[in-house]
């Protein structure tokens, strides 16, 4: 038997409880990660990123407070720099986050899911 999706989720999101409902309804195992409770690492960001082949800037949410207080507009931010106010400011982690082994997909689109749970 597999292991079970890794959720990384924050309880406030919409899109996060429709991802675990999606999962759940489908009886899909998987074990919710609260970002603002797991306190990623700088490690565990840049091992998500590889994951999900993305460079630290897709994985921002532009609409989060943080963002805009941060003016992370700037493209010119290093990616460690970015990587380091994620690890201090969860909340600007586009969210959710499934992860299962070397595979990560990063929202609940069904085709993204199907592609993890093989």
């Known amino acids: 038997m597999s292991k079970p999706i890794q959720a990384y989720v924050h309880k406030g999101c919409k899109t996060c409880k429709r991802a675990t409902d999606y999962l759940e309804e489908r009886k899909i195992a998987f074990e919710p990660i609260e970002l603002f409770e797991a ?29 805009r207080e941060l003016d992370l ?10 990587i380091q106010l994620m690890v201090e400011n969860p909340g600007l982690i586009k969210r959710p986050i499934l992860v299962r082994g070397d595979r990560a997909v990063l929202g609940i689109k069904p085709e993204l899911v199907h592609e993890i749970e093989r």
Request: charged letters at 40%; aromatic letters at 2%; hydrophobic letters at 35%.
């Open 39 to 67: 306190r990623l690492t700088a490690h565990e960001i840049r091992t998500l990123l590889r994951k999900l082949s993305l460079a630290a800037r897709e994985l921002l949410r532009p609409r989060d407070r943080m963002y």
């Open 73 to 82: 507009r700037n493209g010119e931010i290093p990616e460690d720099e970015l």
